[in-house]
């Protein structure tokens, strides 16, 4: 069962413009979620996170946006850029369940040409 | 190194024959976890280790996986009798407690495990 899932397994973006990548989840207990990402043969690097006490978080060109009725995650980066080619993957926890186990997801592989 | 470091970053086996798999989590980290990301898969969480309290293990797939922690830093994770099913790059992340709070784990590059 795929609790957290990306169903967009690649989106190419022209540079400069919009990459919007997308997370859906299903286990209602989720209420904290991250985005990593990951170049080949390196491991995964934390981008930005977001409380479910929030619906946005924002941290330079990286936008992370919350829809909880819809159990819906999405990550903006504006301007997209070059170096933005990577692996993006989000992950959940149930922490108000004493839990900081995360769940990833299958990731989404962005690349953004020049 | 500052980083955290996985040995062997490269292992063939055959299958049936035990492998171990070693992660040497970033100093004062107390947060150890162990994830797998098998072909076209995404990052299968296998294990967490929080400072003495017990490991949240039901990540396991079988009892074949075991995983240790010793002294609270290097942590050991033990597939027996290996299949190829359990081909796969195994990552281990550290953090620190406080880190817990925004999520950032710290990746090693993984161990690349290939079962003939």
């Known amino acids: 069962d795929q609790q957290v899932k990306q169903n967009s397994p690649s989106l190419s973006v022209q540079e400069g413009r919009i990459s919007i990548l997308n997370c859906d989840y299903t286990n209602s207990m989720f209420d904290y979620f991250l985005w990593y990402k990951k170049y080949p043969a390196e491991g995964p690097t934390f981008l930005i996170s977001i409380s479910s006490i929030k619906d946005k978080n924002e941290d330079g060109r990286f936008t992370v946006f919350l829809n909880k009725s819809a159990k819906h995650l999405s990550l903006h980066i504006v301007p997209s850029q070059p170096g933005d080619s990577a692996v993006y993957f989000c992950a959940a926890s149930a922490r108000n369940s004493g839990t900081y186990k995360y769940i990833f997801g299958t990731g989404t592989r962005l690349k953004v040409l020049a | 190194g500052a980083g955290v470091s996985q040995s062997p970053s490269n292992k063939v086996t055959e299958k049936g024959k035990d492998v171990e798999l070693r992660c040497d989590p970033i100093s004062g980290h107390t947060a150890l976890y162990w994830y797998r990301q098998s072909l076209g898969q995404g990052l299968e969480f296998l294990i967490y280790?929080?400072?003495?309290?017990?490991?949240?293990k039901s990540g396991l797939p079988s009892d074949r996986f075991s995983a240790e922690r010793t002294g609270g830093s290097v942590s050991t994770l033990t597939i027996q009798r290996t299949q190829q099913e359990d081909s796969a790059v195994y990552l281990c992340?550290?953090?620190?407690?406080?880190?817990?709070?925004?999520?950032?784990?710290?990746f090693g590059e993984g161990s690349r495990l290939t079962v003939l």
């Open positions: 992340a550290s953090s620190r407690r406080t880190a817990l709070v925004t999520g950032e784990l710290f």
């Open positions: 280790f929080q400072g003495n309290s017990a490991p949240d």
